[in-house]
T-cell receptor, first 113, second 112 residues
Framework: DAMVIQNPRYQVTQFGKPVTLSCSQT?????MYWYQQKSSQAPKLLFH???????NEADTPDNFQSRRPNTSFCFLDIRSPGLGDAAMYLC????????????FGSGTRLTVV | AQSVTQPDIHITVSEGASLELRCNYS??????LFWYVQSPGQGLQLLLK??????LVQGIKGFEAEFKRSQSSFNLRKPSVHWSDAAEYFC??????????FGTGTRLQVFP
């Protein structure tokens, strides 16, 4: 089945140690998104790629970076994780504006120790 | 300012009772509208979506939602709630951009 896959499902990292979360899709969608969801809060958009074009949200900290080496993969890099970065990170895809369809992965829960 | 509002942070209902979760949006044009459900520690599951056409939309798990342009609302309803419906519910909108923007969520608690 076409889907959005996030690995790993759970990630534990040390304070200040760089960590990378991965997302892959078999839908061939143009747009890939990264959301951060802290406990009991709504998902918050960090950034998204439309094909190779990177779109950063104005309030996304510089500590968060992303890479999209090809259509299928997108990575979220946290350069120096702090305790406040512990959250569920959700990847999603869509065909783009006006398509109206979004597919979410199951998420990666990040713990910072 | 553009926004998605879910006025009710927490709702408690008895099993078998009817349910309505409110959602209002503030955008210049009618965006695409969605309702998602999230169980604790889980990802997001799409319940239903509205793009155009019939303003009453049927979704999965017996949910429906009604788009009211005059009120800029997209409220979610279910005639009879089951204990398994206890979860967090998010309204989301996609204005005519690539982005999907979420409301703050409503936590539903169901008592037997």
């Amino acid at each position: 089945d076409a889907m959005v896959i996030q690995n790993p499902r759970y990630q534990v990292t040390q304070f200040g140690k760089p960590v990378t979360l991965s997302c892959s899709q078999t839908l061939n969608h143009n747009v890939m998104y990264w959301y951060q969801q802290k406990s009991s809060q709504a998902p918050k958009l960090l950034f998204h790629y439309y094909d190779k074009d990177f779109n950063n949200e104005a309030d996304t900290p510089d500590n968060f970076q992303s890479r999209r080496p090809n259509t299928s993969f997108c990575f979220l890099d946290i350069r120096s994780p702090g305790l406040g970065d512990a959250a569920m990170y959700l990847c999603a895809t869509s065909r783009g504006a006006g398509s109206g369809g979004y597919t979410f992965g199951s998420g990666t829960r990040l713990t910072v120790v | 300012a553009q926004s998605v509002t879910q006025p009710d942070i927490h709702i408690t209902v008895s099993e078998g009772a009817s349910l309505e979760l409110r959602c209002n949006y503030s955008y210049g044009a009618t965006p695409y509208l969605f309702w998602y459900v999230q169980s604790p520690g889980q990802g997001l599951q799409l319940l239903l979506k509205y793009f155009s056409g019939d303003t009453l939309v049927q979704g999965i798990k017996g949910f429906e939602a009604e788009f009211k342009r005059s009120q800029s609302s997209f409220n979610l309803r279910k005639p009879s709630v089951h204990w398994s419906d206890a979860a967090e519910y998010f309204c989301a909108v996609a204005p005519n951009t690539d982005k999907l923007i979420f409301g703050t969520g409503t936590r539903l608690q169901v008592f037997p």
